[in-house]
């Protein structure tokens, strides 16, 4: 069972829509991630959190936009997408900074599909 | 800079055969190092890492890693593969004292019966 739970697991929208990505953990990991991820690639990094507050934007377009209401939660708001961004979309978290090792805990993902 | 290199991108195995998924990495500075494991469908999971002291780690499901620091290697391996072992295998490294991890870009690993 994943310990990192990410809601929906489907999404389809279309290029107008606002939609959302939800991610949730509760092994007091004080990092979390958003990665994108297209068939057949690795894991590109998109945001990074730590302590709540944003450490890393990876030049992502401004129609992504991340909040992390608190140590728990993630989101990823999406409007104005793109077909180009029909991806598969994890969520991570690990210990902080100061931890040896870092380990990323996925969640299952959030398959989304633009149309 | 840094950079993670898997050698093979698919790697066809015969059940109960031995298998080893090569990867290479660079880097000016300490890391740590991974392998994660990806079955489809699902997000990536942890196999192993490599923090410091032994070289050779052992991780879940009967996999295991030899940290090679002159060849600057950490190859994954398994003494016999199973049909359920099919999936994509990524290396992965981060500097210490950061937070971003650099992935390979993932070996097929393909169990035949």
């Known amino acids: 069972d994943t310990e990192v739970t990410q809601t929906p697991k489907h999404l389809v929208m279309g290029m107008t829509n606002k939609k959302s990505l939800k991610c949730e953990q509760h092994?007091?990991?004080?990092?979390m991630y958003w990665y994108k991820q297209k068939a057949k690639k690795p894991p590109e990094l998109m945001f990074v959190?730590?302590?709540?507050?944003?450490?890393i934007n990876e030049s992502v377009p401004s129609r992504f936009s991340p909040e992390c209401p608190n140590s728990s939660l993630l989101n990823l708001h999406l409007h104005a997408l793109q077909p180009e961004d029909s991806a598969l979309y994890l969520c991570?978290?690990?210990?902080?900074?100061?931890?040896?090792?870092?380990?990323?805990?996925f969640g299952e993902g959030s398959r989304l599909t633009v149309l | 800079a840094q950079s993670v290199t898997q050698l093979d991108s698919q790697v066809p195995v015969f059940e109960e055969a031995p298998v080893e998924l090569r990867c290479n990495y660079s880097?000016?500075?300490?890391?740590?190092l991974f392998w994660y494991v990806q079955y489809p469908n699902q997000g990536l999971q942890l196999l192993l890492k490599?923090?410091?002291?032994?070289?050779l780690v052992k991780g879940i499901n009967g996999f295991e890693a030899e940290f090679n620091k002159s060849q600057t290697s950490f190859h994954l391996r398994k003494p016999s593969v199973h049909i359920s072992d099919t999936a994509e295998y990524f290396c992965?490294?981060?500097?210490?004292?950061?937070?971003?991890?650099?992935f390979g870009a993932g070996t097929r690993l393909f169990v035949k019966a």
């Open positions: 991570a978290s690990s210990q902080g900074i100061q931890a040896r090792g870092g380990e990323l805990f």
């Open positions: 092994m007091g990991h004080r990092a």
């Open positions: 959190y730590s302590y709540e507050k944003l450490s």
């Open positions: 880097s000016s500075v300490s890391v740590y």
């Open positions: 490599y923090l410091s002291g032994s070289t």
């Open positions: 992965a490294a981060r500097n210490t004292g950061g937070f971003k991890t650099i």
